[in-house]
């Protein structure tokens, strides 16, 4: 029988000799690997500046927090999503406002989105669930036409004049939409390249942004270096060097930085990522269409408008329940494969059921999360494999009734 992990890291000789380098080099923290891959992020994106950190989750909260976001202010996010959506907004002791999904659909329920903003409102922060980017143009029409009772409390909301637009672009690096790349998008990105991701640095993210009136960029990049290193004004990088060593913590900040060695292995990896998203199509395209005749739903991963970034293969097994999916998905791991579920909505996790959140609230959510079956989707897979696991997933639809 074979054996399908869920998801492996893709590593090369080519991220073997960029790490072995870095480790060589004498600099394994926060150094020249981690600008260079910065640079790149930047230019990949079609962004002028990126920032990496230790995670998706940690260049998220830096994010609110630079934006001014805190007590007394809400954050309107999907209840279908992982919790370091909407974790970070608790972190920085704001409030968020859930929103169910819409009816047969992974994506939040828009209406209902532009119906919560209120003066307390910050930000939206969508989630480019399993890489599919979300609908910006209908969130941007939402947070404009909802000017009117946005409240500024600092300089730069005054300067955007409406809420935030960020987006937890966790699964979508590569991702683009009517010829604009994931990053470009959103008024603020963050991407994770944790192991399980298209790309990856073992732990690590990235935050982005857009051109904007009201960003300093150079200004924007030191926020981001103080708040990920412990508010110190020089990291130790800069302090090494020759007559360098004096330096301020001007604030009792995090220590959140992504270390070279760890950026050597991103480096590598995004020199070789337009051939793993082509992988990546290429196996949807061919689950697609073994699967075009079975009574299951899958995600729309390209057209003409847009092309995900191929992360996540989404099943939902049309008029099932919890009961089929989970004996579906015992029955292919029996079969050598692991698949996934993504995800249990908020409410059903007891951190958020303890805030007050319940299921019955979100029943589009509840809904789309009943029957949903994540596939093994990488670039480890050989043909085989993927023909593997395209006959046992239909032997399992025969048998399972
Ligand atoms: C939708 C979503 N957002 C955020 C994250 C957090 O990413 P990280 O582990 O890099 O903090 C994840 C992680 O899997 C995720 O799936």
């Given at each position: 029988?074979?054996?399908?992990?869920?998801?492996?890291?893709?590593?090369?000789?080519?991220?073997?000799?960029?790490?072995?380098?870095?480790?060589?080099?004498?600099?394994?923290?926060?150094?020249?690997?981690?600008?260079?891959?910065?640079?790149?992020?930047?230019?990949?994106?079609?962004?002028?500046?990126?920032?990496?950190?230790?995670?998706?989750?940690?260049?998220?909260?830096?994010?609110?927090?630079?934006?001014?976001?805190?007590?007394?202010?809400?954050?309107?996010?999907?209840?279908?999503?992982?919790?370091?959506?909407?974790?970070?907004?608790?972190?920085?002791?704001?409030?968020?406002?859930?929103?169910?999904?819409?009816?047969?659909?992974?994506?939040?329920?828009?209406?209902?989105?532009?119906?919560?903003?209120?003066?307390?409102?910050?930000?939206?922060?969508?989630?480019?669930?399993?890489?599919?980017?979300?609908?910006?143009?209908?969130?941007?029409?939402?947070?404009?036409?909802?000017?009117?009772?946005?409240?500024?409390?600092?300089?730069?909301?005054?300067?955007?004049?409406?809420?935030?637009?960020?987006?937890?672009?966790?699964?979508?690096?590569?991702?683009?939409?009517?010829?604009?790349?994931?990053?470009?998008?959103?008024?603020?990105?963050?991407?994770?390249?944790?192991?399980?991701?298209?790309?990856?640095?073992?732990?690590?993210?990235?935050?982005?942004?857009?051109?904007?009136?009201?960003?300093?960029?150079?200004?924007?990049?030191?926020?981001?270096?103080?708040?990920?290193?412990?508010?110190?004004?020089?990291?130790?990088?800069?302090?090494?060097?020759?007559?360098?060593?004096?330096?301020?913590?001007?604030?009792?900040?995090?220590?959140?930085?992504?270390?070279?060695?760890?950026?050597?292995?991103?480096?590598?990896?995004?020199?070789?990522?337009?051939?793993?998203?082509?992988?990546?199509?290429?196996?949807?395209?061919?689950?697609?269409?073994?699967?075009?005749?079975?009574?299951?739903?899958?995600?729309?991963?390209?057209?003409?408008?847009?092309?995900?970034?191929?992360?996540?293969?989404?099943?939902?097994?049309?008029?099932k329940d919890a009961e089929y999916r989970n004996r579906f998905y015992n029955m292919m791991a029996e079969n050598g494969i692991m698949c996934n579920v993504h995800f249990k909505p908020l409410p059903m996790l007891s951190a958020y059921s303890k805030k007050g959140f319940r299921i019955t609230d979100f029943p589009n959510a509840y809904n789309m999360h009943k029957n949903q079956l994540t596939l093994p989707l990488n670039t480890t897979l050989s043909d085989d494999d993927a023909w593997y696991i395209i006959s046992t997933f239909k032997q399992c639809i025969n048998t399972l009734k």
């Amino acid at each position: 029988m074979r054996k399908i992990p869920f998801s492996p890291p893709d590593l090369s000789q080519a991220e073997i000799d960029e790490v072995v380098k870095v480790l060589k080099s004498g600099w394994i923290t926060t150094g020249p690997e981690t600008k260079l891959f910065e640079n790149k992020i930047a230019e990949y994106c079609h962004v002028n500046k990126a920032v990496c950190l230790s995670s998706q989750t940690s260049c998220a909260e830096l994010t609110l927090r630079i934006l001014g976001i805190g007590p007394g202010d809400e954050v309107i996010v999907p209840a279908y999503t992982y919790t370091a959506t909407a974790s970070i907004i608790y972190h920085v002791g704001a409030k968020p406002v859930m929103i169910d999904c819409k009816c047969g659909s992974y994506e939040m329920d828009y209406d209902k989105m532009e119906a919560a903003i209120n003066r307390n409102t910050k930000a939206v922060i969508a989630v480019d669930l399993a890489g599919v980017i979300c609908d910006y143009d209908r969130i941007y029409e939402a947070v404009e036409r909802k000017k009117n009772v946005f409240n500024p409390k600092n300089e730069l909301q005054e300067k955007f004049g409406r809420v935030f637009v960020i987006a937890d672009g966790a699964h979508a690096f590569g991702a683009r939409r009517h010829g604009k790349m994931c990053g470009e998008i959103a008024d603020f990105t963050n991407f994770s390249f944790h192991a399980v991701k298209n790309m990856t640095t073992a732990e690590g993210g990235a935050a982005v942004h857009r051109l904007h009136d009201g960003i300093d960029e150079e200004d924007m990049y030191k926020q981001y270096m103080l708040l990920s290193l412990h508010g110190q004004t020089k990291d130790a990088y800069q302090k090494n060097k020759v007559a360098a060593w004096e330096y301020d913590v001007v604030d009792t900040q995090y220590k959140c930085n992504m270390p070279d060695v760890l950026a050597a292995l991103g480096v590598a990896q995004l020199s070789r990522y337009e051939k793993i998203l082509e992988r990546r199509h290429e196996l949807i395209k061919l689950y697609n269409e073994e699967f075009k005749d079975l009574p299951i739903q899958v995600l729309n991963h390209c057209d003409e408008t847009h092309r995900s970034s191929g992360h996540l293969y989404f099943v939902r097994f049309i008029g099932k329940d919890a009961e089929y999916r989970n004996r579906f998905y015992n029955m292919m791991a029996e079969n050598g494969i692991m698949c996934n579920v993504h995800f249990k909505p908020l409410p059903m996790l007891s951190a958020y059921s303890k805030k007050g959140f319940r299921i019955t609230d979100f029943p589009n959510a509840y809904n789309m999360h009943k029957n949903q079956l994540t596939l093994p989707l990488n670039t480890t897979l050989s043909d085989d494999d993927a023909w593997y696991i395209i006959s046992t997933f239909k032997q399992c639809i025969n048998t399972l009734k």
